[in-house]
């Protein structure tokens, strides 16, 4: 299973950004989806994860109301959108797919 991140970038605080995995496979409706990040000197965190077929969606605290996971099976990709961005949340965000495979990571950083 290959995961590739996009949608990462610069944007001010208060700012908005979307965030994509697309799966290589096609047995992608079947995954547990997941977003983690990290900053550099810190272990990654889980930030939230969705069921195989979308209907559960856990958050951590820090992102509850700000963040939305959601996929498309369809498509095999998951996203994150992600709202009121903070500087706390700069960091590199990486997708799951169970508990194996991973992306590589895309960066996003909240600056003004």
């Known amino acids: 299973v290959q995961l590739v991140e996009s949608g990462g970038g610069l944007v001010q605080p208060g700012g908005s950004l979307t965030l994509s995995c697309a799966a290589s496979t096609l047995a992608f409706s079947t995954f547990t989806m997941s977003w983690h990040r990290q900053t550099p000197g810190k272990e990654r965190e889980w930030v939230a994860t969705i069921a195989s077929s979308g209907g559960i969606r856990y958050y951590a605290d820090f992102v509850k109301g700000r963040f939305t996971i959601s996929r498309d099976n369809d498509k095999n990709t998951v996203y994150l959108h992600m709202n009121s961005l903070t500087l706390e949340d700069t960091a590199v965000y990486s997708c799951?797919?169970?508990?194996?495979?991973w992306g590589q990571g895309t960066q996003v950083t909240v600056s003004s």
């Open positions: 799951r797919a169970g508990t194996n495979y």
